[in-house]
């Protein structure tokens, strides 16, 4: 996932804010902005890689599935 496609999955998803798409996939909206823009303020040369984990739980919200009891 890129931090485009992952930016156009918060706004299909109808997430309005980076704090609501947040709330949804259990992160901090800081993480959110990390994952849109693929890098660090501190450091725009380090590169931030969205985890394979992040990036099913967009598919399962998109899907409409349930967090797993």
């Known amino acids: ?3 485009e496609s992952f930016k ?3 706004k299909e998803s109808g997430f309005k804010s980076r704090t609501q798409a947040a ?3 259990g992160v901090s909206p ?3 902005r990390l994952y849109e823009t693929g890098t ?3 450091d ?3 590169k931030v890689e969205i985890p394979l984990h992040i990036a099913l ?3 399962a919200i998109t899907a409409g599935l349930d967090p797993a009891p």
Request: aromatic share 4%.
């Open 30 to 32: 800081e993480t959110i």
């Open 23 to 25: 709330e949804a996939l």
């Open 1 to 3: 996932m890129t931090p």
């Open 57 to 59: 739980a967009c598919a």
């Open 40 to 42: 660090r303020r501190d």
């Open 44 to 46: 725009p040369s380090r």
């Open 8 to 10: 156009n999955w918060r």
